[in-house]
């Protein structure tokens, strides 16, 4: 039963501190996609690739936000410097390219920042 | 613009009750996707159904059932004999025929109670 990966569950930082989040989508599987969640602003989607090119990265900070696809089994968001504001559960989906398919979410890893 | 509404923040229900989650979209596109997904207390997205905007028949699965109709742009989930393992968070979500991203609405939390 194939599923999308993300490591790791939980992470525990302090403020300034680099974070890196870890996903390894369903083989064979050419669009990966990085979402955020919280209470206040739901799901918002903050990067996206299709085979292995990002394409939209509109919704994340570039300030302290960077996404990237170093090989088609690895993708990883990271946030340097960390702030209290970026705690959230980060949720990594990964899909076939075409309007019906649809994505499939990994576990997430849940953030806080201190 | 594409919007997804799901006005329902919350809904309790008893065991047993049926209960619908109404779904609300705006698109110009005449080709496009709609899609349910469920979060249960464990917190992954879950992928449920999916429909094409050329595709109004309803769908049941089960207790669950669907009802698609283009004359209201709505998407609506119902669930019949609900039980307490259906308690989760419900989105649903919008995608355009000529792109990978889907526009969430902010979900509906449906709780069951014994």
């Known amino acids: 039963d194939a599923r999308v990966t993300q490591t790791p569950r939980d992470k525990v930082t302090e403020m300034g501190q680099e974070v890196t989040m870890r996903c390894q989508p369903i083989l064979g599987h050419n669009t990966v996609f990085w979402y955020r969640q919280t209470m206040m602003q739901g799901l918002e989607l903050l990067a996206y690739?299709?085979?292995?090119?990002?394409?939209?990265d509109s919704g994340m900070p570039k300030d302290r936000f960077s996404a990237e696809m170093p090989d088609a089994t690895l993708a990883t968001l990271k946030i340097q410097p960390s702030e209290p504001r970026d705690s959230a559960v980060y949720f990594c989906?990964?899909?076939?390219?075409?309007?019906?398919?649809?994505?499939?979410f990994g576990p997430g890893t849940r953030l806080t920042v201190l | 613009a594409q919007k997804v509404t799901q006005a329902q923040t919350e809904i309790s229900v008893v065991e047993k009750e049926d209960v619908t989650l109404d779904c609300v979209y705006e698109t110009r596109d005449t080709t496009y996707y709609l899609f349910w997904y469920k979060q249960p207390p464990s917190g992954e997205l879950v992928f449920l159904i999916r429909r094409n905007s050329f595709d109004e028949q309803n769908e049941i699965s089960g207790r669950y059932s669907w009802n698609f109709q283009k004359s209201t742009s709505s998407f609506n989930f119902t669930i019949t004999a609900s039980q307490v393992v259906d308690s989760a968070v419900y989105f649903c979500?919008?995608?355009?025929?000529?792109?990978?991203?889907?526009?969430f609405g902010t979900g509906t939390r449906l709780q069951v109670f014994p």
């Open positions: 979500a919008l995608r355009s025929y000529n792109t990978d991203k889907l526009i």
């Open positions: 989906a990964s899909g076939l390219t075409g309007g019906y398919n649809e994505q499939f």
């Open positions: 690739f299709r085979n292995r090119a990002p394409l939209d």
